[in-house]
Structures are given as C-alpha cells and as structure tokens.
C-alpha cells in the first residue's frame, strides 16, 4: 500500500531545532514549525526560570496545551489557579482567558498551538538565540508583536500577586 502524505515526514532528535530568546522571558525550542506541519500545528519547548509570569491574555485562533516536562507553573484558567507540576497537562481552548507564572526554575514545558497560526506572533517577540544574545525582558515588543501578527491578545496584567 502507497501512502498518499501531502507533506514529508520529519525526524527531529533531542536539542535539535531553532532556538529563540522569547522577549517575554525564556528560550523557545521550535520542534515542528508551522511551515513543517502545513500549518496544523506549532511545537516548541519552552525552557524558563521562577519569576516568570504571562500577561492575561488569549489566543483567538489557536488552542494551546502545555505539558509540563519538569518544574511548576500556576496556570490561571478564566478566574482559577491550578499548580502543575511535571507529567501535568494544561489545555487553554482559543478564546479562553489564561495566564501563568512559572515557580520554580529551570522549568520546561511542551507547548502545543493548534492551528499553527501564532507562528508569526512568536517570531516577532523572539530573536535567534546566539551566545551574544542579551536575555533581556521586552514586554512592549510581545505586546507590539500581538499587534502586528495576531496570534494574542493581551487582556491585561498578570493576575498573580508580586
């Protein structure tokens, strides 16, 4: 039997893939780009330390799961706060307000969007990551990135306490 796949199967191995500095804290990992999966799907590991915390926002195209690989985050999910740890899995439905603040360092997750219509929201509020890059926090050029390619919508500041 011949199969009929429109796109050509991809292999990536561990520590393989484009490494991004995310503005808004943290290295992105593209596993499987929008472009590699015909635009079904964004894959990139997110590798962050404690402290970190995401405005409140939403993807309005876009379904987001997140599979903890190691670490803690506090997902806030439309109003709830949940801990997750490693092994947990977190499933944010396109339109629903979250936001999350990773407590504990080193933590490392899986980030599925479903279609991979926010690819060009993270390009834009990332750089290549290089050994000069400077790991800087820019929450104006994610804000501006949302802006000019979609993908998010910033709803408001983090809802966590400082």
């Known amino acids: 039997m011949t199969g009929s796949a ?3 199967a991809m292999v990536r191995a561990a520590g393989e893939g484009p490494r991004r500095w995310f503005y808004g804290g943290g290295v992105h990992t ?3 780009t929008a472009e590699e999966t015909g635009g079904a799907f964004l894959l990139f590991e997110d590798a962050m330390d404690a402290g970190k915390r995401t405005p409140l926002h ?3 195209e876009a379904d987001e799961t997140m599979y903890v690989l190691q670490g803690e985050i506090v997902m806030h999910l439309d109003g709830a706060e949940e801990r997750i740890g490693a092994g947990g899995l977190v499933v944010a439905p396109r339109g629903l307000p979250h936001a999350f603040l990773v407590t504990a360092d080193d933590t490392r997750l899986l980030c599925l969007q479903t279609p991979g219509c926010c690819q060009s929201f993270y390009l834009g509020a990332s750089e290549p990551l290089t050994p000069d890059t400077v790991r800087a ?6 804000r501006a990135s949302g802006v000019t390619n979609g993908g998010i919508e910033i709803l408001g500041p983090p809802p966590f306490q400082q």
Do not use: E, G, S
Not at 137 to 142: A, M, N, S
């Open 6 to 8: 429109t796109l050509p």
């Open 30 to 32: 593209w596993l499987a």
């Open 137 to 142: 926090v820019d929450f104006d050029r994610v």
């Open 58 to 60: 939403t993807h309005p």
